[in-house]
């Protein structure tokens, strides 16, 4: 493709014109979401589990949303819309069924759809599947598990029928599959490395890219994201025979490689050798712009650029996204715009939150207003830019309206900031810690508690919209999430837990509570992402300099602690996790934002501890989660956010317990930093991944308090004593019993009363039964 241009730099034309296999398209996105955007999927899968809805209902739910999503993107110009990212539950799961590698302990049960949801989320009898984070996102997938047993067996019938369905309403489809080197690479293999199954893979990606072009695919998208990690020579030799044997197939679609997240860098100069037909590049996380354009295989080659952000909510910089793409058409064989990922980390629209603040609403862009700039920029580069000049000026404008705003430079938080030093990130020596909090607490061998929250009860959801419609006062409010906390105390007290939390009725979010509660945060009606399953969050959006105008738990903390002589744990989200879990302004480093965040907690830590409190728990269950791909760029992230979670907790006294919590992550690759955050006790995800985490902790000299949980709350069976006893043993081979806490994985709030009583006292009886 050549640029002809138009005139000057605002007026260029381009005439695309090369060779594939299929006619490249201009304007895509790579993934879409697929809980709805009111939870439309949420509610139903939901309602299946719950027998008051059957598998037709609940495909009925489906195909509505999809015919839905794909009438929204051809009316809004994209000629190539993604098939098959539609899930129950997520695409790795979708993907080993798909390739015939879910667990044999889900074999017995027949029916296929609950088949899927066993290895999901479990039975009283199927254990699940591990969950651990996507990359650096909140997403969660779940691990498929290889060993000897299994025999990779193509099963395409879903990824069919759907884009049969999509083909039937004139959809220009695009079939995404999980590539065969990440699906490996994120497997997890009893029986050696798991790419060494990668030749038995092989013939049946071959058979499936010639079933969905046998069916009206001219395109098939293959998500490669582990080409942004540190690959070996061997697995970048891997990675070219795998494509250069994929492409050499006659009877194929054209092949879309997808990467995301970060620059290929070696993978993809092999990548472009291969003979595919295109690839699909992040340009909005470090993408090297002039090492894609110096690669001479891609003259032959569709480059979809990934110019629009797909993780973040702000608008994309028009013009320097134009810039980027004119750089491209000069180099590839043709070049599409595109979102630089899915747009499953993202909310459906902004048309909903009519309550933002207006300034700020204008510098924000959703999945829908995201489509639109790809629509933009793709018709600036096919008919010029004068075609799209009024939406060009008002991105400028935005642009400009947010750089002036005050509220992103408070200078009073600023100045605290600029007087920081490193005193006021250390405490005494662990050791001399443990004895004063020893006789300070005076707890057992085996002390028993639990991460933070209890059930989100019906009630407690309808005391929240109706103090939020008005319909209650919130004095009125705060009686009835009174009595809830009551009733958690009293609850804990009965089964015997030794250390107790307050239940968190008041918090709809670990995150949205507090950013409601700070300066420099705003919270969305609607704005719902899927974390994992069923389970969506609504990020906040941090958009200014960060502070804590008043206490955000005093009085409920207070409260609780004032209805029992057992210590109530002060229960606080860190700053890293508020970060990860929040849409994050893009104007300076996230270190920066990471400090002024824990300035702001360790105000409320010295304020609980002047209250009483003697234990404080700061989660930070997202420590893992925004660790770069690349191992060169993780020392400096670990410095920063270790150093973070240590201004936050460095306040308090020797005396006061520190806690934190961390769950659902690779921790061998942090293992340096959770000893470094140098809390007194860390809990930790254990169950699923079956106490593997103690093995790291003790190869890297951990010497800390530790909770390794002993029951997987993420899936609703009730561990019995003799399965909690078995862990508590597993983990008392690796900790100390002094230093050992006994404790589910995670928070409670998406359990039943019921079975989470069952559960605590299946915990407290073993416990006591080991001491």
Not at 375 to 388: E, N, S, Y
Not at 705 to 728: C, F, K, M, Q
Request: some cysteine.
């Amino acid at each position: 493709m050549r640029p002809e241009y138009g005139g000057g730099s605002r007026t260029r034309h381009w005439r695309i014109s090369v060779t594939v296999s299929h006619s490249p398209f201009t304007a895509t996105v790579l993934g879409l979401p697929r809980i709805g955007p009111n939870r439309e999927l949420k509610r139903a899968i939901e309602s299946y589990w719950a027998g008051r809805a059957d598998a037709e209902q609940l495909h009925a739910v489906a195909r509505t949303l999809r015919a839905a999503q794909y009438a929204e993107l051809r009316s809004a110009g994209l000629d190539s819309i993604p098939v098959g990212t539609f899930s129950y539950y997520d695409q790795m799961l979708d993907t080993a069924v798909l390739l015939g590698a879910l667990p044999p302990r889900v074999d017995a049960i027949t029916d296929p759809l609950d088949r899927y949801f066993a290895a999901a989320r479990g039975t009283e009898t199927v254990a699940p599947l591990e969950m651990t984070k996507w990359f650096d996102t909140n997403y969660h997938y779940l691990v498929p598990e290889i060993d000897a047993s299994t025999t990779f067996t193509l099963h395409p019938d879903k990824l069919l029928a759907e884009l049969a369905e999509a083909i039937e309403l004139g959809v220009p489809a695009r079939p995404v599959v999980i590539g065969p080197l990440t699906f490996l690479k994120l497997a997890k293999s009893a029986d050696g490395p798991a790419l060494d199954r990668l030749p038995e893979l092989l013939p049946l990606y071959r058979e499936l890219l010639a079933r969905l072009g046998a069916a009206g695919a001219h395109w098939v998208q293959l998500d490669e994201p582990a080409l942004v990690t540190d690959l070996t020579a061997a697995e970048i030799a891997l990675l070219r025979e795998t494509y250069t044997e994929l492409a050499a197939a006659t009877d194929r679609p054209a092949i879309l490689v997808a990467t995301y997240f970060g620059h290929p860098d070696a993978a993809l100069a092999a990548l472009a050798d291969t003979g595919i037909d295109g690839v699909a590049l992040d340009f909005t996380a470090g993408t090297d712009l002039a090492a894609v354009a110096a690669l001479p295989a891609l003259a032959r080659t569709l480059v979809v650029a990934g110019v629009v952000d797909g993780r973040n909510i702000w608008r994309t910089d028009l013009d320097a996204a134009l810039a980027t793409l004119g750089t491209l058409l000069g180099s590839a064989g043709a070049v599409a715009v595109a979102s630089s990922c899915s747009l499953l980390h993202v909310p459906y629209s902004l048309a909903p939150e009519t309550g933002l603040d207006e300034r700020l609403r204008s510098w924000l862009a959703f999945g829908a207003e995201k489509v639109d700039e790809i629509r933009v920029l793709a018709t600036a580069i096919t008919q010029g830019t004068p075609a799209v000049a009024t939406e060009l000026a008002a991105a400028r404008a935005a642009a400009e309206s947010r750089r002036a705003d005050p509220r992103l430079h408070d200078p009073r938080v600023r100045g605290r900031i600029a007087a920081l030093d490193d005193g006021d990130l250390t405490r005494a020596p662990a050791d001399e810690r443990r004895a004063r909090q020893r006789d300070h607490l005076d707890l057992p061998l085996l002390p028993t508690t639990t991460i933070g929250s209890y059930p989100q009860t019906a009630a407690i959801r309808r005391a929240r919209a109706a103090v939020r419609k008005g319909e209650i006062d919130e004095t009125e409010y705060v009686r009835r999430m009174r009595a809830e906390i009551a009733a958690v105390i009293t609850l804990q007290e009965r089964l015997g837990l030794d250390v107790l939390v307050h239940g968190e009725p008041e918090r709809n979010d670990m995150v949205q509570y507090f950013a409601e509660l700070l300066d420099g945060f705003a919270a969305t009606e609607n704005g719902w992402v899927q974390s994992y399953g069923t389970r969506c969050v609504r990020p906040p959006i941090l958009f200014g300099d960060v502070s804590r105008p008043t206490p955000m738990t005093l009085s409920w903390i207070g409260y609780a602690q004032s209805l029992t002589d057992k210590p109530v744990k002060g229960m606080l989200t860190g700053p890293v996790t508020i970060l990860a879990w929040s849409f994050v302004r893009d104007d300076q480093p996230l270190a920066e934002t990471a400090r002024q965040v824990a300035l702001a907690i360790r105000d409320e830590t010295v304020d609980l501890e002047a209250q009483g409190a003697r234990i404080i728990q700061v989660d930070e269950p997202a420590l893992r989660e925004l660790l770069p791909p690349r191992v060169s760029d993780q020392p400096a992230y670990l410095r920063w956010s270790v150093d973070a979670f240590r201004l936050a907790t460095a306040g308090v006294a020797d005396t006061t317990q520190v806690h934190t919590h961390l769950c659902y992550s690779e921790f061998g690759e942090v293992i340096s930093a959770i000893a470094g955050l140098d809390a007194d006790v860390t809990s930790i995800e254990a169950a699923r991944s079956h106490m593997e985490v103690l093995d790291d902790l003790n190869a890297a000299g951990f010497a800390l308090g530790v909770g390794p949980g002993v029951y997987d709350i993420h899936s609703p069976r009730v561990p019995s004593v003799e399965e909690i006893t078995a862990s508590l043993r597993a983990a008392l081979d690796a900790v100390p019993a002094e230093r050992l806490w006994v404790n589910p994985d995670c928070g409670l709030k998406t359990r039943g009363p019921f079975e989470v009583e069952a559960a605590l006292r299946n915990l407290v009886t073993a416990a006591v039964a080991l001491r």
